[in-house]
């Protein structure tokens, strides 16, 4: 089973780079069997069509940030350090394999229409845990006169523009640029402590993410099942 | 002459939006030319290739960020003040007809590698303006410990993810949606005065930007000209 989920995982990542920079429709099924060293016949052994793969990988790509990103915050008391170590997993995800998966969510409006919506409903589960999230610290009185709904929608541009920007050539380490990410959204836009308070990042999510291996496969626990 | 700007902005506007919902790859001058009335003959009198719209329309979304956005806004001498201006600006741009050109700019990858290139140099033109305003208001001393590139990507990514989720039909007016991204990007996120320090938001720029109507259609300065 192991095996299995590597070489899917194999896939997606393959699959998403190849959609990102030749457009999902101008990408064939042969092509991303190519990428993977993988017959045509043996991609068919796992999906029928390129639809099929979409909705897997997107799938795919949601549970990584169920896992990564929101399971290992949920139960941090205040929303302050629930938002840093929120935000410090979510663009570590991004660095890591998760920047061509998140940019591949955008193809979710070219599924069937339930399986788009299934896509939309989990999309939106996310937003509302950091929609959430954002109202909690507005309750304890950060964001004044700030509405939480355009905040969250700036908080994901932020972080999702990442994807087409990031590169681990760049002049900055991943640990700098994550710093610099929560120290912009976070405790600036989001808390207004810039000014005269550095905040010293607590990294033990971030941390705890590298000994997980974020580029290994996960076994998706809500993933669409090969149908037997 | 200008009949023909409005009718050249008709074509790239529709093209912007079916490019948005079916993706470049997908559609056909055919498709287009059905949505502005032409017939495909018709289309091809301005375009002989799907390239050749492509790298007009981006052009002529450049030159509407230049327009709108950069040239009211050069002569102001408070970077914080410019900042306030060009973010109204943009915002606006981006609520009017500019939403569905700005992400078609995306799809500049697809063009010939000389016209891609071109428009990567109006691109980093616009993000040298943005991070250049921002160097000035940090040696202000806003934006302490902060990098001056990730503040600037990080506006980019605020502004351009409004290009996906804003709708005429939501429940904020284009001026709120535009104070509250204002506040949200410029006073709290680049300048760190969103505590205490409720900033009136000077409109001056987007009230003569209604006043020129952005809607209608532009001479671009810098476009492709078409081939006699």
Redesign the interface.
């Known amino acids: 089973m192991q095996a299995r989920q590597i070489r899917l995982a194999n896939i997606y990542n393959a699959a998403a780079e190849i959609f990102c ?1 030749k ?4 990408t064939t099924l042969g092509e991303i069997a190519k990428a993977v060293n993988l017959t045509k016949a043996g991609l068919y052994h796992y999906f029928q069509t390129k639809e099929e793969l979409l909705f897997s990988m997107v799938n795919y790509a949601m549970d990584l940030v169920d896992y990564h990103v929101i399971d290992p915050v949920r139960d941090i008391p205040d929303p302050r350090d629930r938002l840093r170590a929120m935000t410090a997993n979510y663009v570590n995800l991004i660095m890591g394999n998760g920047g061509y998966l998140t940019r591949t969510i955008d193809e979710s ?2 599924l069937q229409r339930t399986r788009s919506r299934r896509v939309q409903r989990r999309r939106r589960a996310f937003y509302d845990f950091v929609r959430g999230t954002i109202q909690e610290a507005k309750d304890l009185g950060a ?5 939480v709904s ?2 969250t ?2 908080f ?7 994807a087409e ?1 990031y590169r681990p050539t760049g002049a ?1 380490s991943r640990a ?2 994550a710093e ?2 929560v ?3 976070v405790d ?2 989001l808390l ?1 402590e ?3 308070l ?1 905040h010293r990042l607590n990294f033990y999510e971030l941390d705890k993410l590298r000994d997980a291996r974020p580029n290994a496969a996960y076994t998706p626990h809500s993933g669409v099942r090969k149908r037997s």
């Open positions: 920079h457009g999902y429709d101008a409006r070219r964001l004044p006169d700030t509405n355009m905040a929608l700036s994901f541009g932020i972080i999702l523009y990442m920007w900055l700098e640029v610099q990410i120290r912009i959204t600036r836009m207004g810039g000014r005269g550095p």
